[in-house]
């Protein structure tokens, strides 16, 4: 099953991809692109699209993707569904490399954050936006091998939220950014927009300086020094598969961080994001 016959296509654009979404509600796609900060444009191409949403006679829609359907009963799980999908055909669809990795910008240059699942890599990007700090992403980032550079990857923040959970300064600053609250896989996610003051643009570049592992821990809030061996294997575990060419290229830009001690754990006890954030922004 696919999209009805009323639906229309759109391409979304960035750097070297393209994806393409069917939908008969234009708004709802514009919401979509105002969003990921990427406007989306009609298309009449005969490909395949990338993202198919249908819109129920009995209600919900039906967001399909990659051969699988995702039933949401509401226009805000779908919108969660819609704006998860997009990103996921850009990271099958780019060439460049992408790491499984938030990126903070200090001091003009990008700072990685790594770390397992769970380990609050989109809080800690929440809230190191809401102290002020300028955010690349929060879970994938693009390299330009090239050049050094981390680049802007097209997701939104979706950490596992609720407005309702947050400080009275953070849901003002977050309703004017614009937010969706929905449910994807049984997970409660709070979608807050990328096109915001305080978000670095698609077409920024800033230099690689620091890397953090991001670690929960039952004791108080600590960083220390990764040895070099645990950091580079860390750094390579984030590659996440694309149509980039070797990975080896990775190493061009990550070995030198490892070379001249710049990749530190990070281990954050409950409640503490905020002053680990803090601790992120102190002098080496």
Same mark, same amino acid.
């Given at each position: 099953?696919g999209?009805?016959?009323?639906?229309?296509?759109?391409?979304?654009q960035?750097?070297?991809?393209?994806?393409?979404?069917s939908m008969?509600d234009?708004?709802?796609v514009?919401?979509?692109?105002a969003?990921?900060?990427?406007?989306p444009?009609?298309?009449?191409? /005969? =490909?395949d699209?990338?993202?198919?949403?249908?819109v129920? $006679?009995?209600? &919900?829609f039906d @967001?399909? #993707?990659? %051969?699988?359907c995702?039933?949401?009963e509401?226009?805000?799980?779908?919108?969660?569904?819609?704006t998860t999908?997009?990103?996921?055909?850009?990271l099958?669809? /780019? =060439?460049?490399l992408?790491?499984?990795?938030?990126?903070? $910008?200090?001091? &003009?240059?990008g @700072?990685? #954050?790594? %770390?397992e699942p769970?380990?609050?890599?989109?809080l800690f990007?929440?809230t190191?936006?809401?102290?002020?700090?300028?955010?690349?992403?929060?879970?994938?980032i693009?390299?330009?091998c090239?050049?050094n550079?981390v680049?802007?990857f097209?997701?939104t923040?979706?950490?596992r939220?609720?407005?309702?959970s947050?400080?009275?300064?953070a849901?003002q600053?977050?309703a004017e950014a614009?937010?969706?609250?929905?449910r994807?896989h049984?997970?409660?996610?709070?979608?807050?927009s990328?096109?915001?003051t305080?978000?670095?643009?698609?077409?920024?570049?800033k230099p690689?300086?620091?890397?953090v592992?991001?670690e929960?821990?039952?004791g108080?809030?600590?960083?220390?020094?990764l040895?070099?061996?645990d950091?580079?294997?860390i750094?390579?575990s984030?590659?996440?598969?694309t149509?980039?060419?070797?990975?080896?290229?990775?190493?061009q830009?990550?070995?030198?961080?490892?070379?001249?001690?710049?990749?530190h754990r990070?281990s954050?006890?409950e409640?503490e994001?905020?002053?680990a954030?803090?601790?992120?922004?102190?002098?080496n």
């Open positions: 099953m999209a009805s016959d009323r639906s229309m296509k759109y391409a979304f960035w750097e070297d991809a393209v994806v393409f979404v008969s234009p708004q709802f514009e919401r979509v692109g969003f990921l900060d990427i406007v444009v009609a298309a009449s191409v /005969t =490909c699209s990338d993202v198919d949403v249908e129920l $006679s009995a209600g &919900g @967001v399909f #993707f990659e %051969g699988r995702c039933h949401c509401n226009s805000e799980d779908c919108f969660l569904a819609v999908y997009v990103s996921a055909s850009f099958r669809k /780019t =060439c460049h992408v790491l499984h990795s938030g990126a903070v $910008s200090i001091d &003009g240059q @700072v990685l #954050f790594v %770390g769970y380990a609050g890599k989109s990007a929440l190191a936006w809401l102290e002020g700090v300028p955010v690349i992403g929060d879970d994938w693009a390299i330009d090239e050049n550079t680049i802007p097209p997701k923040f979706k950490p939220l609720s407005f309702d947050l400080s009275t300064d849901q600053k977050i614009g937010f969706v609250e929905g994807m049984d997970v409660h996610r709070l979608v807050v990328r096109k915001t305080g978000m670095i643009g698609y077409g920024e570049r690689i300086s620091r890397m592992l991001l929960r821990t039952e108080t809030l600590s960083m220390s020094p040895p070099s061996q950091a580079l294997e750094l390579l984030q590659v996440v598969p149509k980039s060419g070797s990975v080896l290229a990775v190493l830009v990550l070995e030198p961080l490892v070379n001249r001690a710049a990749c990070l954050i006890g409640n994001t905020r002053q954030v803090l601790r992120l922004l102190e002098p």
